[in-house]
């Protein structure tokens, strides 16, 4: 159960640092609008929500943002999984 939970806060982490490697313009590119310094929301993305921040570039170069619902449902989905994350499920571990 532990390898389960740790495989789970870092291979988000993992795919992102390679995507960020392999191709930089997938994951700068739907931060470069924004008026603070474009490298520091994709690194604060990587440590805080990084399955919300792989769905913000996917949905950027897939369904051209999140002005789309596909696009808006891929960054819920993403904010959703990283806030089971961070809360260690400890709803399920009440019952």
Same mark, same amino acid.
């Given at each position: 159960?532990? %390898?389960?939970?740790?495989?789970?806060?870092?291979?988000?982490? %993992?795919?992102?640092?390679?995507?960020? +490697?392999?191709?930089?313009?997938?994951? +700068?590119? #739907?931060?470069? *609008?924004?008026?603070? #310094?474009?490298? &520091? &929301?994709? +690194?604060?993305?990587? %440590? !805080?929500?990084?399955?919300?921040?792989?769905? &913000?570039?996917?949905?950027?170069? *897939?369904?051209?943002?999140?002005?789309? !619902?596909?696009?808006?449902?891929?960054?819920?989905?993403? %904010?959703? &999984?990283?806030?089971?994350?961070?809360?260690?499920?400890?709803?399920?571990?009440?019952?």
């Amino acid at each position: 159960m532990c %390898l389960l939970a740790a495989l789970g806060l870092i291979a988000p982490r %993992l795919i992102l640092v390679l995507l960020w +490697l392999f191709s930089p313009a997938v994951v +700068l590119g #739907p931060f470069a *609008s924004l008026a603070i #310094p474009n490298p &520091i &929301i994709p +690194l604060l993305g990587l %440590l !805080f929500l990084p399955t919300t921040t792989l769905g &913000i570039c996917w949905a950027a170069e *897939s369904f051209g943002g999140m002005q789309s !619902f596909s696009g808006l449902l891929i960054v819920l989905i993403g %904010l959703v &999984i990283d806030a089971g994350l961070i809360g260690k499920g400890r709803g399920l571990s009440k019952r």
